[in-house]
C-alpha cells in the first residue's frame, strides 16, 4: 500500500509510526507533515484545506489509502470529493462530520437519539441568550456552534461573566461565523474520559479508554491548550463503564447517524465526563484525538493499515480489538509562553536519547534543517511511554522528557497522576 495522511502534529506523526509497522505499507507520505514526520514520510508541500491538489496528488502517485487526521478538511467535505472521484479514503463524510463542526446539530441528534447529554438550550439571538443566563443557575457553559480549534467552550460563574462571553462570541465574532449560534449547557462534574472507537458506519470497535489533560498548567490550572498529555487504559474506567459507553453512546450514535443518512466512518470520538449519575456526552469529534492518539496506539495489537482500509472500503469484519496489556502515558513539552504567544526557531536536543523500545517521541511543532531539530509551534514534542503498570509509564515517560532540551520549555508534571492516586466508582478490576 501507498498511503497519504493529511496533517502536521503529534497526532499524525503517531499514524505513521504505527502505519509503519504493517507489512502490508511500502511507502507513507505526509501533507504538509512536520520535522519529526521527514524522517519516516516523504513530506508534501499541500495544505490539507487545498482538497483539490490533495487529490490529484493522490491520483498521480497511486495512492491507495488517504488518512486524514485534523477535522477542518473533513468538515469541508474532502472524503466525498475523494470517494466521488474513486479514492479510497479514511474519514467521515461532511454531513457525518457535522456531529463535531455543529454543536447545535450534535445537541439536537442526541436529544433525539436518547443519547446522554448535558441538558442546553440553542441560542441566535443575543438578547434572548443574555435574559436566559439571568435566569439560570450558575455556572453554565456557553459554546460557539461552529468549530473553533478547541477554544469555543467557556465555563462562566456569574451573570455579568456570561453576557462578556456572549458578546464576545455572538457579536464580536470571536470565532467567526461559528458563533452565529450558541449552545448553553449545564456545568457537568466528574472525571473527563476519552473514548475513541472505529466505525464503518454499521459495526463499532471501542479503542482504549484514555484521558486528556487541557489546561495548561498542574492541578488543572490555567487556561486550555490543544491538550498537554494523555494516558491509557484509565484505572477507574472499567471494561463495564467501556460496556456502558458503546451501548448508551457510541452504538446509538453511529446507529443514528446511519438513520439521518449520514452514514459515519473513520474515527468516533467521544469526549464524556462521568458523572454521579453516569456518563454524559460533552462533545463528539469526527476524528483521532490529539494528544490521546499518541497514548492509544502503541496499544493496540492491529495493523493498523488494514483497519483503516477496511473502514474505507466499508467493511470492518473484526468484533473487536486486542489490545497490549500496559500502559501508555504521553507528556507534551511546549514552547515557553504557549497558549500565549511564544518564541520560534530554538534549537532541541536530546531527542535520540530519548527514544526507545517502549519510548517514543512524536513531533507537532517542529522542524528539520541540517540534521537538527527546532522548534516551530507552541507544542512542540509528545513523549510517549508504554510499561506493566501506570506509574512506571509515567517515571518512563517523564525520564524522556527530562533527557531532551529547549530553551523555556514547559510541560506538566502531573500526567496521570491523579488516575493512579484515585479510587472512583467505576475504577477498573485489579
Ligand atoms: P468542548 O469544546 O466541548 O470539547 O469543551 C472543551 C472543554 O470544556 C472540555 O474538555 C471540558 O473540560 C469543558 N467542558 C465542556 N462542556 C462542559 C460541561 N458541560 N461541563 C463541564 N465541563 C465542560
Ligand atoms: N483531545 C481533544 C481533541 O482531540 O479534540
Redesign the pocket.
Known sequence: MRILVIGSGGREHALIWKLRQSKQVNKIFCAPGNGGISAMAESVQIKPNQHDDLLAFARDNQIDLTIVGPEDPLAGGIVDKFEQAGQKIFGPSKAAAEIESS?VFAKQFMTKYHIPT?PYKVFDNLDEASQFVGEVNLPV?I?ADGL?A????I?VNTVDEARDTLQKIMVDKAFGEAGNQVVI?????GE?LTLMAFTDGKSVLPLLPSQ?H?PVFDEDEGP?TGGMGAFCPVPFASDKLVEMITDLVLEPAIRGLWEENRPFRGILYA?L?ITDFGP?V??FNCRFGDPETQAVLPLISHDLAALCMAVANHNLELDELNFFDRFSVGVVMASGGYPGSYDKGKLINGIDRAISGNRQVFHAGSTFDNGKYYTSGGRVLCVVAQEDNLQDAIASAYDGVNLIEFDNAHFRKDIAARASRRRFRFSRQV
Do not use: F, P, W, Y
Open positions: 454543536k448535558a457553559v459554546k473553533a478547541g477554544k469555543g467552550a465555563i449547557e449545564d456545568k457537568l462534574i473527563e486528556d487541557k486550555n469526549g465526563m454524559r460533552i462533545e
